[in-house]
């Protein structure tokens, strides 16, 4: 919506100036020599504008962690954010989505309202890929990551007994993961 208000203010003035040149020229083919000039002068002012005061258009980097999960940050965190270390309790948000789209689990879904809390480094209660994007982030940030089936479920997925699955064998994960709270576990 910003994008295209900033081009409408962009483009009023130049239509107006555009009118009044026209007017002003008396021949036909000058008033359509002026139009035509003017308008690509203000089309190309309109996009310089655009893309200006547009950077949210730019595609966000990808990072990558050594075991393979790649992340963009999605949101900041605040300066001097505290970061996690390995024992320490994290508290996070999350959505998990299969590649199709559709959502297998959300801390904020119907009924959860609850922040997931584990120990940062541990090798139970989340999937590694979890924990190795919580590594990489500081409290407050906003990432989105793809985790990769060896750092998710691998070649089990999670599967009923009936062997239906929720999550197939060999499944690449997609979170976006917000990072509330970090704090020293008790002695």
Known sequence: MR???????????SATALSMSARQQTPARSSRRTFL??????????????????????????????????????????????????????AIEYTGYLT????????????KKNALLFKAGSESGVIPGLNDIVAQMAVGEKVQAIVPPSMAYGDKGVCLESGECLIKPGST??????????????P
Do not use: C, M
Request: glycine share 6%; proline share 10%; hydrophobic share 45%.
């Open 37 to 90: 000039s003017t308008a690509a002068a203000s089309t190309v002012a309109a996009a310089s504008t655009l893309a200006a005061s547009s950077p949210a258009l730019a595609a966000p980097e990808i990072f990558n962690t050594p075991s393979g999960v790649k992340y963009a940050v999605t949101g900041p965190a605040p300066k001097g954010a505290a970061r996690p270390k390995q024992g320490d309790i994290v």
């Open 173 to 186: 994960l997609v979170y976006d993961v917000l990072l509330k709270k970090t704090s020293i576990p008790p």
């Open 100 to 111: 199709s789209g559709q959502i297998f689990d959300a801390t904020h879904s119907e009924g």
């Open 3 to 13: 994008s295209i208000s900033l081009l409408a203010l962009a483009l009023v003035p």
